[in-house]
């Protein structure tokens, strides 16, 4: 059984700090993973894949992958409001589905 | 470059209906997969899709089913909808075919209620 967890929150962050979500997944095997953010009533919009081991970063997001402790992050800089949304963390992929957490709740305090 | 389109984006139906919801993928992806997202349970991996083929399919009954045209355009169909299957329909597109590796993008869902 294919699983992902994550804290489902809420956490809240000051507006301008640093935001980490975390994930831990059950699948040894697995090569992909991904970061969605899903504001309310709307879809999951792709933020962050990475594949190997060690920290790839895009803009304000930094994903950490660390497949040995099966655990995944992202870190956020510089938190704006227009971030406060629901991430979630996904592995797999392809022919096999994308398996997800419940997701994590982050909330920007102005 | 157009992004995924589901169609339609809001459907209210009856126990015992059936419904069909329409995906078409983000040009030249040629790989569907199909998603539920319930509050409880959360996003669910129904099946996936790639060359007309259905490749894999998740712990759903037999009620749920899919297919693809040559076009790469998906349709799901739910038959004897039970109140249970009140949920946001997602479906996400993604370039490459084989496993690992793949973005996928999603639709804008379509929101069945089933009364």
């Known amino acids: 059984q294919k699983e992902v967890e994550q804290n489902s929150g809420p956490l809240s962050v000051p507006e301008g700090a640093i935001a980490s979500l975390n994930c831990t997944y059950s699948d040894r095997v697995s090569q992909s993973f991904f970061w969605y953010r899903q504001y309310s009533g709307k879809s999951p919009e792709l933020i962050m894949s990475i594949y190997s081991n060690g920290d790839k970063e895009d803009g304000r997001f930094t994903a950490q992958l660390n497949k040995a402790s099966q655990y995944v992050s992202l870190l956020i800089r510089d938190s704006q409001p227009s971030d406060s949304a629901t991430y979630l963390c996904?592995?797999?992929?392809?022919?096999?589905?994308?398996?997800f957490g419940k997701g994590t709740h982050l909330i920007i305090q102005p | 470059k157009a992004g995924v389109t589901q169609t339609p984006r809001y459907l209210i139906k009856t126990r015992g209906q059936q419904v069909t919801l329409s995906c078409s993928p983000i040009s030249g992806h040629r790989s569907v997969s199909w998603y539920q997202q319930t509050p409880g349970q959360g996003l669910q991996f129904l099946f996936e899709y790639f060359s007309e083929t259905q490749r894999n399919k998740g712990n759903f009954p037999g009620r749920f089913s899919g297919r693809q045209f040559s076009n790469s355009r998906s349709e799901m169909n739910v038959s004897t909808l039970e109140l249970g299957d009140s949920a946001l329909y997602l479906c996400?597109?993604?370039?490459?075919?084989?496993?690992?590796?793949?973005?996928?993008?999603f639709g804008p869902g379509t929101r069945l209620t089933v009364l």
């Open positions: 996904a592995f797999g992929g392809g022919a096999d589905g994308l398996t």
């Open positions: 996400a597109s993604s370039l490459v075919g084989t496993s690992g590796y793949n973005e996928q993008f």
